[in-house]
């Protein structure tokens, strides 16, 4: 979705190093997410950002840091990358919608292989 | 523990045919249920929503039923095309004490053959 894209698309970084994926969107949404995606394991969250001053921990937070910079900007950071966090990265935002389940606008992810 | 399982990992379907992806849950009690569709190297995007108190919701040739009883989504394809493979995910909310908004299965990925 051209709405939301995300910076690197891909990536090889070496165990140690830090790195940062970062995401904007157009669609003036409050809400962004960072998700991570793993073969047969889904989509799991991250963090999430209800607005800029506004950031709260997913299932799987350990290990990553977030920075909300803007309303459009989200990015995430691996302090000191390891193997395990070899994975396809996704970056969503959504609308508030009161009651209703929120939809996920999700861009195009990055790919990271830690060696 | 809560699980949200899509029981098919691949399914391999004639075109024409319906085809039909299962997602069950468990220990969860969604308000909610969404289906995404997710082609390879893209984000998912978002096809349908069905609340609790809805039996069934149609978009063109798309059907989703929510059996809160049996814990159960189904999601149809009906007169299915070549251009309708990809995987599909399943979503719930899992209540406002999760530290998750929304939980994803792990997907379905479906191939139709012409």
């Known amino acids: ?58 299932e799987i937070s350990d290990g990553y840091s977030v920075s909300r910079q803007a309303q459009a900007k989200f990015s995430l950071s691996l302090e000191s990358a390891i193997p395990n966090q070899t994975a396809l990265y996704f970056c969503a935002t959504s609308d508030q919608s009161g009651f209703v389940m929120e939809t996920q606008y999700f861009g195009p992810g990055t790919r990271l292989l830690v060696l | 523990s809560q699980k949200i399982e899509q029981n098919s990992e691949a399914l391999n379907i004639q075109e024409g045919k319906t085809a039909t992806l299962t997602c069950n849950y468990t220990n969860y009690s969604p308000a909610y249920l969404q289906w995404y569709r997710q082609d390879p190297g893209r984000g998912p995007v978002f096809l349908l929503l069905i609340r609790e108190n809805e039996k069934e919701k149609r978009k063109e040739r798309l059907k989703v039923t929510f059996d809160t009883t049996l814990k159960q989504s189904l999601f149809h394809i009906t007169a299915s095309q070549p251009a309708d493979s990809a995987t599909y995910l399943c979503a719930l909310d899992p209540g406002y004490s999760s530290a998750s908004k929304i939980i994803f299965g792990s997907g379905t990925r479906l191939s139709i053959r012409p």
């Open chain 1, 1 to 58: 979705d051209a709405d939301v894209t995300q910076t690197p698309r891909n990536r090889i970084t070496k165990t140690g190093k830090r790195i940062m994926l970062e995401c904007s969107q157009t669609k003036g949404h409050d809400r962004m997410y960072w998700y991570r995606q793993d073969p047969g394991l889904g989509l799991r969250l991250i963090y999430y950002s209800f607005d800029v001053k506004d950031i709260n921990k997913g």
